[in-house]
């Protein structure tokens, strides 16, 4: 690659980074925070949210209510009236003392009425005929602070509609509060429930879910006696083969003259707390191809298995009787099998996106140390989200946020039908490693419409490592989502974030400490098998998960830990290209400010040049300290311009906006592909050009490096002679001659006036390109 054609690339390169639209763009935020803290410890938890008030009623139960019609029996529930919106408990079925303990809450903003209206009725009844109700006043109902004690519910009698009183009494707590209130997770949020049932009542609250604490389980394999082959041949070639879940490894084929096999090796398995599953192994005959036959087979309970969390822990094997297979017909059956079954607590199991890690903990809480800090998030409001789904003729969403970091996840609620939904949640996480991300996503709520997935809107990272400490940062971060279409822009969220640390000290020692635990370092997994236990990782989340409620869906658990970015992707691969040039860009820049200081471009500076040269050179002890003085200067004037707001995704630098329709369509294609035969086909032809010229590329490197091999090894005779005349001829005069007059010569030849040059390619390179490479080998 010409030296100007790497210019152009770096120069493109930094004005797409400058050049990104403001629309996906960060914008810096001035929410009405709560403000101060909450809490006796030290630290305690900032309040990062906007203060929402609440109206809080707590349906409890009610007693000796009336009985309707001839039966003399009563179906009831309860119903607040609130202007406009109101709130139904479920119903009871003949029962006269029903038990509810609801929690009903009504956003204070949005309130227009001055009474609040509790009915008592019965299903089946029409409105006119509900059997009593009760009325209060707003302004005379209290308000709560936590950490107040919760407010004492009180038995109200009844009245009909003309005001007289009736038999039976309805229990109620009615308080103002805001979302502080430990009710406002559980509460049914009348206002936006008005037409959601129960069932879906459930499904879009807010709920924390811990992660599954998992393991590395390893299975070694040494040997098995009394091994029988097909018709009691001791010449077979035997496997052992495991199984956890569905999760299935395979040792290899063992060949044998006698009964006793051998394999020793280690097969490693994902496995979760409390280890309910059973270890499948079995001993397996390779008769053909895709045919075998179950000699014998065992089934170990993970849960009895040991546990270790250092390699120095030594744990002995033992031997295992082996059940016949089905096809085994002999009466005496006593074959035997040789394993360790061990769970590994010093590693981290990652089941997430190696470079989006938001915890490096081992498996093992014994080597858990203390948090360095403390990490808050105040989920604000979302705005100008993009229609997931129409109502009325008109679009609206359902949108509720997912925050992961560490070993918990943290969902909000769901705001149904609207399109600028406020959550203003607040959440924490103690920090063990700030070099870290924490991942927040929106996603519409496909449940309600009883949807086949819950669809994402848009994805916000964060590095902790990127935050000031102790500083609140309130953004804007815009939704941007890449579809077949294109990218788009889905909205914006409104985060406040802060890390707090604890101890600086600890803070600065995570530096040097290792990035993963020392198990990483001292007995490494194969990277092709880590990439296989990730995904088998983030399975077991995603089904643990699945099983809560409200249950946090697979395809929420696959985008919030990455599991597609280890897929090809044409504008990925060409994003990552241009971060090397970026990378390599001060290299360049330097190169050419060479070639313009020996081309004389700037007489002044290349004077200046000369004179500093020649000061280095007479005296070698200022060299360092001038490397060292120089990036201590770069950084104290780059202090100026550092960054005031967390990195974000960045349009241009991923190549979303110029991408082609039919890259788009090949990223977002399942894998293996589903796509006809021509598209593939154009694939691979656009797939074979690339890799065409990066062969080429790579080829250019090796002849270089192959061309200064060939000056050792004599493949060229005579040039390797005028090599090893001119290292003979540069030994002398380097040992003769003054070093730094040499070094000084040296130094002016290179930097020598235009005048004294030629424009023809200099001998050392006409004599470096003639030397011979190893294509000559190639077929």
């Known amino acids: 690659m010409a030296r100007s054609e790497q210019a152009s690339y770096v120069r493109s390169f930094s004005a797409m980074s400058a050049s990104q639209s403001t629309d996906f763009m960060l914008k810096e935020t001035a929410p009405r925070l709560g403000g101060g803290f909450i809490g006796s410890d030290k630290l305690g938890a900032y309040d990062l949210v906007e203060k929402m008030s609440y109206l809080y009623v707590r349906v409890v139960k009610a007693r000796e209510l009336p009985g309707l019609g001839l039966g003399g029996g009563i179906d009831p529930y309860v119903e607040l009236r609130l202007g406009n919106y109101k709130g139904t408990t479920r119903h009871f079925e003949k029962n006269h003392s029903p038990e509810w303990n609801e929690v009903f809450a009504f956003s204070r903003e949005r309130i227009q009425a001055s009474h609040l209206e509790v009915w008592l009725g019965s299903k089946g009844l029409v409105e006119e005929e509900r059997v009593a109700y009760s009325r209060f006043d707003l302004t005379e109902i209290p308000t709560r602070v936590p950490p107040d004690s919760p407010l004492a519910p009180e038995w109200y009698r009844l009245v009909d509609r003309e005001g007289k009183r009736i038999s039976g009494e309805l229990m109620l707590a009615v308080w103002h509060g805001t979302q502080a209130d430990e009710c406002f997770p559980n509460a049914i949020h009348a206002e936006e429930t008005h037409a959601v049932d129960a069932r879906i009542n459930t499904l879009i609250k807010g709920k924390v879910y811990p992660s599954p604490r998992l393991w590395y389980t390893r299975l070694q394999v040494f040997s098995a006696q009394d091994i029988y082959a097909t018709n009691r041949s001791p010449h077979g070639q035997v496997f052992v083969k495991a199984r956890v879940g569905n999760q299935l490894l395979k040792t290899k084929v063992c060949r044998s003259t006698t009964l006793n096999y051998e394999w020793n090796e280690h097969l490693v398995f994902v496995c979760a707390e409390p280890f309910e599953e059973l270890l499948e192994i079995s001993v397996e005959e390779h008769i053909e191809v895709n045919k075998h036959k179950v000699i014998g087979h065992c089934h170990l309970p993970l849960r009895e298995c040991a546990r270790r969390t250092s390699h120095d822990h030594i744990i002995k094997p033992s031997w295992y009787d082996l059940k016949r297979g089905e096809e085994i017909k002999e009466e005496k059956f006593s074959a035997k099998i040789n394993l360790c079954v061990i769970h590994e607590g010093g590693y981290h199991v990652m089941a997430e996106s190696t470079h989006y890690s938001s915890d490096l903990r081992p498996s093992s809480k014994d080597l858990w140390r203390q948090p360095i800090g403390l990490l808050e998030l105040g989920v604000l409001r979302a705005e100008g989200l993009a229609p997931m789904r129409s109502k009325d003729n008109k679009g609206t969403c359902d949108a509720y946020c997912v925050a992961k970091y560490g070993d918990k996840w943290c969902r909000t609620r769901t705001i149904i039908d609207n399109l600028s939904p406020r959550f203003n949640e607040q959440y924490t996480w103690d920090v063990h490693d700030h070099?870290?991300?924490?991942?927040?996503?929106?996603?519409?709520?496909?449940?309600?419409?009883?949807?086949?997935?819950?669809?994402?809107?848009?994805?916000?990272?964060?590095?902790?490592?990127?935050?000031?400490?102790?500083?609140?940062?309130?953004?804007?971060?815009?939704?941007?989502?890449?579809?077949?279409?294109?990218?788009?822009?889905?909205?914006?969220?409104?985060?406040?974030?802060?890390?707090?640390?604890?101890?600086?000290?600890?803070?600065?020692?995570?530096?040097?400490?290792?990035?993963?635990?020392?198990?990483?370092?001292?007995?490494?997994?194969?990277?092709?098998?880590?990439?296989?236990?990730?995904?088998?990782?983030?399975?077991?989340?995603?089904?643990?998960?699945?099983?809560?409620?409200?249950?946090?869906?697979?395809?929420?658990?696959?985008?919030?830990?990455?599991?597609?970015?280890?897929?090809?992707?044409?504008?990925?691969?060409?994003?990552?290209?241009?971060?090397?040039?970026?990378?390599?860009?001060?290299?360049?820049?330097?190169?050419?400010?060479?070639?313009?200081?020996?081309?004389?471009?700037?007489?002044?500076?290349?004077?200046?040049?000369?004179?500093?040269?020649?000061?280095?050179?007479?005296?070698?002890?200022?060299?360092?300290?001038?490397?060292?003085?120089?990036?201590?200067?770069?950084?104290?004037?780059?202090?100026?311009?550092?960054?005031?707001?967390?990195?974000?995704?960045?349009?241009?630098?991923?190549?979303?906006?110029?991408?082609?329709?039919?890259?788009?369509?090949?990223?977002?294609?399942?894998?293996?592909?589903?796509?006809?035969?021509?598209?593939?086909?154009?694939?691979?032809?656009?797939?074979?050009?690339?890799?065409?010229?990066?062969?080429?590329?790579?080829?250019?490197?090796?002849?270089?490096?192959?061309?200064?091999?060939?000056?050792?090894?004599?493949?060229?005779?005579?040039?390797?002679?005028?090599?090893?005349?001119?290292?003979?001829?540069?030994?002398?005069?380097?040992?003769?001659?003054?070093?730094?007059?040499?070094?000084?010569?040296?130094?002016?030849?290179?930097?020598?006036?235009?005048?004294?040059?030629?424009?023809?390619?200099?001998?050392?390179m006409n004599y470096f390109r003639r030397l011979p490479s190893k294509t000559d080998y190639l077929i």
């Open 435 to 764: 070099s870290t991300v924490i991942t927040i996503c929106v996603y519409h709520n496909c449940l309600i419409e009883k949807g086949a997935k819950d669809l994402l809107i848009g994805k916000v990272r964060i590095r902790l490592s990127t935050l000031e400490t102790d500083r609140i940062y309130t953004h804007a971060y815009p939704l941007i989502s890449l579809h077949h279409s294109g990218v788009k822009k889905m909205g914006e969220l409104h985060l406040a974030v802060r890390f707090s640390s604890t101890s600086w000290s600890n803070l600065l020692y995570s530096y040097a400490k290792p990035h993963l635990p020392t198990m990483h370092y001292i007995q490494p997994i194969n990277l092709v098998h880590q990439e296989y236990l990730r995904e088998r990782a983030m399975e077991i989340v995603a089904h643990r998960m699945s099983r809560m409620e409200p249950p946090l869906r697979r395809e929420v658990v696959e985008e919030m830990c990455d599991m597609r970015s280890h897929l090809w992707s044409m504008r990925r691969s060409r994003a990552n290209f241009y971060r090397l040039i970026t990378v390599l860009s001060g290299c360049f820049r330097i190169v050419t400010w060479i070639n313009d200081i020996c081309c004389w471009k700037n007489p002044v500076t290349t004077s200046l040049v000369h004179i500093l040269f020649a000061m280095l050179v007479a005296f070698p002890n200022l060299i360092l300290p001038t490397c060292f003085l120089y990036m201590f200067l770069i950084c104290l004037w780059n202090f100026r311009f550092r960054p005031r707001y967390p990195p974000h995704m960045n349009t241009k630098i991923s190549f979303a906006e110029t991408i082609h329709h039919d890259e788009l369509a090949e990223e977002f294609d399942s894998f293996p592909t589903s796509q006809s035969p021509e598209i593939v086909k154009m694939r691979y032809d656009r797939l074979r050009s690339l890799a065409g010229r990066i062969q080429t590329i790579v080829g250019d490197f090796a002849t270089h490096g192959e061309r200064i091999h060939a000056l050792f090894t004599w493949r060229d005779p005579r040039a390797t002679a005028m090599f090893l005349c001119w290292c003979l001829c540069m030994a002398i005069v380097m040992y003769t001659g003054p070093f730094q007059l040499v070094v000084l010569c040296l130094g002016f030849y290179m930097m020598r006036h235009p005048r004294l040059r030629y424009r023809m390619p200099s001998p050392v």
